[in-house]
T-cell receptor, first 113, second 117 residues
Framework: KNQVEQSPQSLIILEGKNCTLQ??????????LRWYKQDTGRGPVSLTI?????NTKSNGRYTATLDADTKQSSLHITASQLSDSASYIC????????????FGGGTRLMVKP | GAVVSQHPSWVICKSGTSVKIECRSL??????MFWYRQFPKQSLMLMAT?????????EQGVEKDKFLINHASLTLSTLTVTSAHPEDSSFYIC?????????????FGPGTRLTVL
């Protein structure tokens, strides 16, 4: 069964600090892995997308890594801002799955001043 | 590019009434659209896959007669919650698949908050 697990479930950090969110998956055959940011009451917004051959991808202060051998990904947020407070969702797509996605449970990040 | 809109952004209705939610891809054609439901502090749950010009494919446990999906054009899919009840109150999110990219990307709408009294 395809699964995506994220940790931690929630995280509180101080403004300006860095943090790293984790994602483990068992989706097969792997196509790509995405990280989304979802503000409360809004739809998910894509941060990064990585295929099998991509180990790291950055989007401003967000840097995602992918280890396809261990089936792990991380999202690193640098110099956090209050606006980074949101849920971060790891989503994995499988080949030949009709474009369907497997969602992780998300990490709820709160950045405090 | 790749903007997906939803209308309305929020709706409050009485129990027993029907509510229609629209999902539009504004700057690309989407042969496939997806409808998700999200309860508080939970991740998105796929309800159904909507293909233009054909019947939607529903996930296990989702009643097709209660959640009517119509994908009449390449830019519009609608979800109608029929005879809504308070337990249908949720955040409904659509996504549209834009083909032609190596990432097989889906773009999400901003969501519709449904509250059934």
């Amino acid at each position: 069964k395809n699964q995506v697990e994220q940790s931690p479930q929630s995280l509180i950090i101080l403004e300006g600090k860095n943090c790293t969110l984790q994602c483990n998956y068992t989706v097969s055959p792997f196509s790509n892995l995405r990280w989304y940011k979802q503000d409360t009451g809004r739809g998910p917004v894509s941060l990064t997308i990585m295929t099998f051959s991509e180990n790291t991808k950055s989007n401003g202060r967000y840097t995602a890594t992918l280890d396809a051998d261990t089936k792990q990904s991380s999202l690193h947020i640098t110099a956090s801002q209050l606006s980074d407070s949101a849920s971060y969702i790891c989503v994995v797509s499988a080949h030949n799955a009709g474009n369907m996605l497997t969602f992780g449970g998300g990490t709820r990040l709160m950045v405090k001043p | 590019g790749a903007v997906v809109s939803q209308h309305p952004s929020w709706v409050i209705c009485k129990s027993g009434t029907s509510v229609k939610i629209e999902c539009r891809s504004l700057d690309f054609q989407a042969t496939t659209m997806f409808w998700y439901r999200q309860f508080p502090k939970q991740s998105l749950m796929l309800m159904a896959t909507s293909n233009e010009g054909s019947k939607a494919t529903y996930e296990q446990g989702v009643e097709k007669d209660k959640f009517l999906i119509n994908h009449a054009s390449l830019t519009l899919s609608t979800l109608t919650v029929t005879s809504a009840h308070p337990e249908d109150s949720s955040f409904y999110i659509c996504s549209a698949h834009r083909g032609g990219s190596s990432y097989n990307e889906q773009f999400f709408g901003p969501g519709t908050r449904l509250t059934v009294l």
